[in-house]
């Protein structure tokens, strides 16, 4: 080990080899452990320990080839963990706190930073887009039997014990949040939750309909009964419907069957990443009401609506990336209302698993089986201490 490889700055993490995997991916394995350096933080970079990742949908659809990346890429964003060291530069966080993940880094300085969240910020999409940190270039080492630069997953790489990210994709918490409760907040509640709370207000006691009970479009869920609408849910999958119930939905139902029994809502969110679900949820939306689309569908998938529908009924359809949230501004947010007992954030939490589970979680996930797997780590493995 050389004098820059500490145990500090090596990482033990699933990699994502090749987008040519065929399900089930137990079998495929197309994500492996691998033991890899790490670079010391730079600039505003954070050398995070961390304690626990959730699988989500996006993690899947990279897996799946729907979203390309380069790779080899080590994946996972959704995590939390304990700040280990600081680069040079960094200003708003210190050793030893807690911090949640959010995989989209905002600069502060581009004109869609100045969009209050409405627009994704320009320079940390690019960056992601090329698997580096915003700060340019890549901080973890490279594949030790080929020699393959593995790329960073938007800006986070959470399936991992540590990771070296900037802070500006960081967001100081308290230490009473526990760590799975923290890493879910990174994108299902920022999403799900943040187009509630975010792209419009329909109104005291509106009716919202959420389209899609995954760990997203049930953060929705829980954002909405806390804010006292009148909430239902559709899902195809029973279990997740008789769920939506138990966090406050008034009903819910399968979608073949939505049209039919559900009345049209003030607000519809559409949380179920494909053009049909989408379809289903400007369907359901009441005249001078809003659809809030925040699936990400295969880039080739289209819809079909009617645009008199739209014109007649005053109605209005609006995409939300990241909940249309500034983290550093929404998270404490989501906290409050989660110490108050409003937000029951833990009841996304379906399962733990291991590191060395991660493709079988993700079949699990695609089968619709699971809503937010954690993988926990320990504080430290035997090799080292």
């Known amino acids: 080990m050389s004098a820059s490889e500490t145990p500090r700055r090596r990482t033990r993490g699933a990699v994502l080899r090749r987008l040519d995997a065929s399900s089930p991916f137990a079998g495929s394995t197309p994500l492996t452990i691998e033991e890899l350096a790490l670079a010391a933080p730079v600039g505003r970079e954070v050398l995070v320990r961390i304690e626990a990742a959730s699988v989500c949908h996006s993690d899947l659809s990279v897996v799946e080839g729907l979203r390309p990346r380069p790779t080899p890429m080590l994946l996972g964003h959704e995590s939390a963990g304990i700040v280990e060291e600081v680069g040079p530069d960094v200003v708003d966080v210190a050793v030893g706190e807690r911090v949640v993940m959010t995989f989209l880094p905002r600069c502060g300085d581009c004109a869609e930073c100045a969009t209050n969240g409405r627009l994704p910020c320009s320079v940390g999409t690019r960056s992601n887009e090329r698997g580096e940190l915003i700060g340019g270039g890549f901080r973890i080492g490279a594949l030790p039997r080929t020699g393959e630069q593995v790329r960073h997953h938007l800006g986070v790489s959470g399936f991992a014990t540590r990771a070296v990210v900037d802070e500006r994709s960081v967001v100081v918490i308290e230490h009473d949040v526990p760590a799975d409760v923290a890493a879910v907040l990174g994108c299902a509640v920022l999403t799900g939750g943040g187009a509630v ?5 329909p109104g005291e006691g509106a009716s919202v309909v959420v389209v899609g009970l995954g760990g997203v479009g049930m953060a929705a869920v829980l954002m909405a009964v806390a804010l006292n609408y009148r909430v239902t849910g559709i899902d195809g999958v029973q279990a997740k419907r008789d769920l939506a119930v138990q966090l406050g939905a008034e009903q819910a139902c399968d979608p073949e069957t939505s049209r039919d029994v559900v009345e049209r809502a003030d607000l519809v969110i559409d949380a179920t990443g494909n053009a049909r679900g989408f379809e289903t949820a400007v369907s359901l939306t009441a005249p001078g009401g809003t659809t809030v689309t925040v699936g990400l569908p295969p880039a080739g998938a289209m819809s079909s609506i009617s645009p008199l529908g739209l014109v007649a009924e005053a109605r209005t359809i609006v995409g939300s990336y990241l909940g249309s949230a500034v983290p550093k501004r929404d998270i404490p947010k989501f906290i409050s209302l ?15 698993i291991r590191l060395d589970q991660i493709n079988e979680a993700m079949d699990a996930l695609a089968a619709g089986e699971q809503m937010r797997q954690i993988v926990r780590f320990e504080e430290a493995s035997h090799d080292e201490q």
């Open 197 to 201: 709370m975010n792209v419009t207000d």
């Open 338 to 352: 989660w110490r108050e007992g409003k937000l029951p954030i833990e009841r996304l939490i379906s399962s733990e």
